[in-house]
C-alpha cells in the first residue's frame, strides 16, 4: 500500500510534463497555421487587385514576399506596397 502513493505523483508528474510539452509545441504550429492563412489570402487578394487595379493601371507583383507581407499586414501592408511601388 506504501507504494502506490509515489506512483500514483509519479503518473500525475508525468502527466503534467506531456501536457506542457505538448502546449509548448501546439502555439508555434498555430502561429504558423495562422501565418500560411494569412499569405494564401493575401495571394488572393493580390490577384484580385491586380485583376480589377489592371482597369485603372494599378498591379503589384503576383509573388509569395507580396503576400506574406500582406498576410502578415493586412491592409496596411497592401497599402505600404502600393506606397513604395507608385510613390517612391
Request: no cysteine; charged share 5%; proline share 3%.
Amino acid at each position: 500500500m506504501e507504494t502506490i502513493l509515489p506512483t500514483i505523483l509519479m503518473a500525475a508528474a508525468g502527466i503534467f510534463i506531456l501536457w506542457l510539452i505538448i502546449k509548448l509545441f501546439l502555439t508555434p504550429i498555430k502561429w504558423i497555421f495562422k501565418l500560411l492563412i494569412n499569405t494564401a489570402i493575401g495571394f488572393v487578394g493580390l490577384w484580385v487587385l491586380n485583376y480589377f487595379g489592371a482597369f485603372f493601371g494599378i498591379s503589384l507583383g503576383l509573388n509569395w514576399i507580396n503576400a506574406l507581407i500582406i498576410g502578415v499586414l493586412g491592409f496596411p501592408g497592401l497599402v505600404l506596397l502600393l506606397a513604395l511601388k507608385y510613390l517612391i
